[in-house]
């Protein structure tokens, strides 16, 4: 072997050592210490105000409209989307017809005022009835905003902290793309305070799946009642 064969021979040995998994590139000790997993998080923007009501009565007045106008008014971006929570001082066990009357106002109001959509309002009720307060009724308009982890940036050697691939960044550019691809964050808001989903039974699925592929699905039975002539 001559000279030029050993050097050649030493140089594509130390090329190899270089390009193991195990080897120790200089920027090792680069990583930041923030990893994952990573997710995106949801927050609320609320603005609230005590809506008043004579005694007796369902019809909101002067000062209440402008309340209501003022909480709408606040919220100068449509985007994302307005939600309203109408929160009673009484307890559900003690809901009168006074106090549905006065509800009903409020969305009527909400839906004129800010175009609110019925389905963007939720009515919440006390544990127990606030004798105190029998007549106001608390109005809260909320936005929700998906905020994205920071991301720190791409600093790694790839397949060398941990297999399989435990490089600490994998995922966070995909949680901050979810966070700002939503239309309305409140959905994420929802699901992450929902209880967990239990166990799906996935056997019974297939089974109706496989039912409707082959056209095997039966019919709806409806039962008919005879009356008497």
Known sequence: MNKYTTISV????????????????????????????????VERLSDEDDIKFASGSGKINNAGIAKLKGLVGRKTTPKPPVHARIITHTARGDMHNLTKQRIATIIRCLKKLGDICPNMIEVFYAEQTDTERKNTITVSLDQYRAVGPQCPGWNEYMNTYGMPEGEAHFGCTYAKNEGAMLHDPYDMYKERRSPAIGQA???RQNLAISRYRKGKEEPLKIEKVETGK
Not at 11 to 40: D, H, M, Q, Y
């Open 201 to 203: 039974d996935g056997e």
């Open 10 to 41: 030493a140089a594509l040995a130390a090329l190899l050592v270089g390009c193991t998994e195990w080897g120790n590139p200089p920027f090792r000790n680069a990583i930041p210490t923030t990893s994952g997993p990573w997710k995106a998080d």
